[in-house]
């Protein structure tokens, strides 16, 4: 996760290193590393912030020249750090504790647009709320988008959750409210909102959200945005913040960004926390967002070597295991086999990669593209790196039997996916600006 960042950063600590710590000299690595930033997904209210805090610190400096570059690895480390810590820290099981102790139901409103993930991150925290012993209740406040109400009844009844839902075209502040009677009747601690995608330039569909606000009154909202989308999902943020005033955002996809300017862009354009990012297709793949692990990631406190993985494993160095620890514990011939099987992921990786010279999409089906993008709420790929990566986990999808979200152990209706994928709502091909 997140090369791009981490290349910048690095390349700049060691330009400086090189140099006598002249303005000039400065200003010319700075720039160059505004352009990386740039290239990262970093907001330009981010760059500005880093480029002064760092000049600030540079100029007149008296450093030995062998410790340039820790200096100026631990200034953008502090600049960074300082930036999420403006942001604070929130605890939501605590709230919904303190609001459960006055009788009441926590109510919690999801924002952002289509394809972002944002019904499954509900469903995602749903599940995370039912381990933490709280009740839920959801709110099938999304009467706008076809299928919206099949799909989060199909997760509530995984979850095994009640749902309030209505008909299509049903005024979403109506079911809202009837979900937050509910609640109140039936002592429930919390209630999920889920809401329809809407594109932060429509007047209308948000004038739509502040009624759902005016309504019920939510305790908490929260922006739910793609970190695959990069700055455009920082524009999103800009939009919805302006009108929602939400108080935190959860990032999807987190695990396949290599970039990583979305967190740290949102964080300083809304003042608020990144809540939790999501790391998998699973319910459990929601994990919190933490500070020391993203530094971590960014700036490094290990040995690449140590810390290498394989793309498909990413997520799982979200538990922090002492290396020592690992080797006291894992007898040798368990931990000679786990390698043998990395490498065999890797290889398997390389095999199914595309070439960058070739269409990305060749051999697959057009209905199974599709079909994938329907499952999933993949949104279209915006370069050649994006449609490559997609159509890697599209060929594993197949390769593993079409599994449904979430559903590995069971069969597929390929007649009924079939027939999902020829239904007229899907308004774009996934793959059309790609496919030669």
Not at 29 to 57: G, H, M, R, W, Y
Not at 98 to 127: D, E
Not at 159 to 184: E, F, H, M, W
Not at 231 to 260: M, W, Y
Request: glycine letters at 4%; one cysteine or more; aromatic letters at 8%.
């Amino acid at each position: 996760m997140f090369e791009n960042l981490r290349d910048a950063f690095s390349s700049a600590a060691k330009s400086l290193g090189e140099r006598e710590l002249k303005e000039k000299d400065i200003e010319d690595v700075l720039f160059q590393l505004e352009i990386s930033l740039l290239e990262s997904d970093v907001a330009t209210e981010v760059i500005d912030s880093i480029k002064f805090d760092l000049t600030k610190k540079l100029i007149g400096t008296k450093i030995n020249k062998k410790e340039i570059e820790k200096f100026v690895k631990d200034s953008l480390i502090q600049t960074i750090s300082s930036l999420f810590d403006s942001a604070g820290k929130i605890d939501i099981f605590s709230k919904i504790t303190s609001k459960r102790a006055s009788g009441q139901p926590y109510i919690i409103l999801f924002v952002g647009i289509n394809g972002t993930g944002k019904t499954t991150t509900l469903a995602k925290l749903a599940y995370l709320l039912q381990k933490s012993k709280f009740s839920v209740v959801v709110a099938a406040a999304d009467t706008f988008r076809a299928g919206a109400i099949e799909q989060l009844k199909e997760h509530t009844s995984r979850l095994n959750l009640k749902i309030v839902a209505q008909t299509y075209g049903s005024d979403p502040a109506a079911v809202a409210r009837d979900a937050v009677l509910y609640a109140k009747s039936h002592k429930i601690d919390c209630v999920l909102v889920d809401t329809a995608g809407r594109m932060q330039t429509s007047k209308n569909l948000m004038d739509q959200i502040a009624k759902i606000i005016n309504v019920v009154k939510p305790d908490f909202k929260i922006f739910v945005g793609d970190s695959l989308a990069g700055n455009d999902t920082v524009n999103q943020a800009k939009e919805f913040h302006k009108h929602t005033k939400f108080d935190a955002a959860i990032l999807t996809k987190s695990d396949a960004d290599a970039r990583g300017g979305a967190a740290l862009s949102i964080v300083k354009v809304t003042s608020t926390p990144v809540l939790y990012v999501g790391v998998g297709q699973e319910y459990k793949d929601l994990k919190t967002f933490d500070k020391e692990l993203f530094l971590e990631t960014v700036f490094g406190k290990h040995d690449e070597s140590e810390i290498s993985i394989t793309k498909e494993k990413v997520h799982e160095t979200e538990s922090k295991i002492d290396s020592k620890q690992v080797e006291e514990t894992i007898p040798e011939s368990q931990a000679i086999e786990e390698s043998s099987r990395e490498s065999q992921i890797t290889e398997e990786y390389d095999e199914i990669k595309p070439s960058k010279d070739s269409d990305p999409f060749e051999g697959l089906d057009t209905k199974d593209i599709n079909l994938y993008a329907d499952l999933f709420d993949a949104p279209p790929p915006e370069n050649d790196q994006q449609a490559q990566e997609l159509s890697v986990k599209i060929k594993k999808w197949i390769s593993n039997g079409r599994p449904k979200p979430y559903d590995n152990s069971k069969e597929v209706d390929t007649q009924k996916m079939k027939d999902d994928s020829e239904k007229p709502k899907k308004k774009h091909s996934l793959f059309g600006r790609f496919k030669k």
